[in-house]
């Protein structure tokens, strides 16, 4: 299994490579040079799998065995999600009128990042350990992303986590789990702009080679492929607890939907359909509508300006995994989707060809949600079932209020984050939610964190600073580890 740029310009990279890489030289975004296809015979034989075992199923398709041995990715993949709440790390909460609901938040933050977080973290540390390398992560985040990355690499020796969030823009739990650990490794920043605007001089980082290269750094965001590549379990897990499949007959379709901000989580369920799972995919939006627009008009264009919502962590306007749909939809012309994706991150739009337009539309349909909306879909979920929503969560099942249900086709609701996270919005509307304990011990610990301001030329501003933070890393740690990859 190698792996290549959306833009053409590499070929032939393992999975090592690709792991500590984020971005590809060309601007790109890694992707296997072919997707494996499964058998309905082979699908089937997954079903009585748990959700751990199929993570590392899911992983050995990827993964040569000459890279992570198969027991090694065992114990690797056991170990990650040992530490989640409940036995089954995800589960599927079966509501009424056919609401059906896959809970991906037991995890250290209460989010689903820290499904695919917490594995590709040991990857990495398997790797750094075995070769006697350091790295520096660079995070920017939009709110779960963070928090993830910080609790999964704390304390890791040979690991700097920078992370960047948008001050304001995140939630009080979101912030405190990045900026309550105080362990060495750990480096946050608050900036003064919103998620979108952080992506600008972290992007500038990554295509600098030589800082990339001297300073081991990389990225753990859903741009790095371990991250989508876990994410396909989920979807896979889903369809086998709902679909029903008999031991013979073809297999049947379930909906899988999904609230969407960057766009990673709805490529891997588009990677999944295109294995052989018959999926039929919805993305759910908030205000902050790119992913709708572009779907429903083939207008790939940003808004003036994102969008504060009462869903923060999918207040983006830059869905850059849409890059890899692209890719994966246009049948892997790495020109055209070079040529679309810089003229996009050129002037901020791009009007889809009808054909490309028309082939969007068969990958996944979509929906746009008001904050209204967002408040409606919790208290309704909560008068019929007392079960509570997180807002995010919310975005997705407005579709199961709003929309036909196709007879005979199941359905499911992507649950990204724990109502706990957003005790705002659940207040807003009309609910309570008790918080966990550790939660709430987050309120007494002490915080640690830099700033970045607001300049007339910020975005070199932040670039800078992020620089010499990088490179005080790597001064910082040389005498005792070596920053080469």
């Known amino acids: 299994m190698l792996y290549c740029s959306t833009r053409g310009g590499v070929r032939g990279w393992d999975f090592q490579k690709v792991l500590f890489a984020g971005y590809a030289p060309d601007g790109g975004m890694f992707l296997p040079e072919a997707v494996p296809v499964l058998s309905p015979d082979t699908i089937r034989s997954w079903k009585d799998l748990s959700y751990t075992q199929l993570v590392v199923e899911v992983c050995s398709l990827f993964i040569p065995t000459q890279l992570i041995p198969r027991r090694d990715l065992e114990v690797l993949v056991g170990e990650a999600l040992s530490s989640f709440s409940v036995p089954e790390v995800v589960r599927v909460v079966r509501l009424k009128e056919g609401l059906s609901v896959l809970e991906l938040f037991h995890g250290q933050t209460l989010a689903f990042k820290d499904l695919a977080m917490t594995c590709t973290v040991r990857f990495l540390s398997y790797f750094l350990q075995k070769d006697n390398l350091r790295a520096t992560v660079l995070v920017g985040t939009s709110g779960d992303t963070g928090g993830s990355a910080v609790q999964s690499a704390r304390g890791l020796r040979g690991v700097d986590v920078v992370v960047v969030y948008p001050r304001g823009r995140v939630t009080p739990v979101q912030e405190k789990h990045m900026i309550t650990c105080l362990q060495d490794n750990i480096h946050a920043f608050a900036a003064d702009g919103s998620s979108d605007d952080i992506d600008r001089p972290l992007r500038r980082l990554f295509a600098d080679p030589r800082l990339v290269e001297s300073h081991g750094l990389m990225s753990l965001n859903s741009v790095n492929w371990s991250r989508v590549m876990i994410q396909l379990a989920h979807f896979m897990y889903a369809y086998l607890q709902l679909s029903g499949a008999e031991a013979d007959g073809a297999l049947p379709e379930v909906e899988v939907v999904v609230p969407s901000g960057g766009a ?28 709708h627009r572009t779907v429903t008009t083939g207008d790939f264009s940003m808004a003036p300006g994102v969008i504060q919502t009462l869903a923060p962590a999918i207040d983006i306007q830059d869905p850059y995994n849409m890059e890899r749909v692209f890719w994966l939809m246009l049948n892997r012309d790495g020109e055209t989707v070079k040529n679309m994706m810089e003229e996009f991150q050129r002037s901020h739009k791009f009007s889809l060809p009808e054909k490309h337009h028309q082939l969007l539309s068969q990958v996944f349909s979509t929906g746009a949600v008001s904050d209204e909306g967002i408040l409606d879909t919790m208290r309704r979920c909560w008068q019929e079932n ?20 196709s007879p005979g086709i199941s359905r499911c609701y992507i649950a990204t984050a724990s109502p706990a996270k957003f005790q705002a919005a659940v207040q807003r509307a009309g609910l309570t939610c008790d918080q966990p304990e550790a939660v ?46």
């Open 386 to 405: 007392h079960y509570v929503l997180c807002p995010h969560t919310a975005v997705a099942v407005w579709h199961h209020y709003h929309c036909p249900h």
């Open 264 to 291: 990673g989580n709805i490529t891997a369920g588009f990677i999944v359909k295109l294995m052989g799972f018959p999926l039929r995919l919805v993305a759910m939006v908030n205000a902050n509508d790119i992913l």
């Open 440 to 485: 709430q011990a987050l309120d007494s610990l002490p915080t640690r964190y830099q700033n970045l301001e607001r300049s007339l030329d910020w975005c070199k501003d932040w670039e800078d600073r992020l620089r010499e933070k990088i490179q005080w890393i790597s001064s910082s740690r040389k005498d005792a580890d070596t920053y080469k990859h």
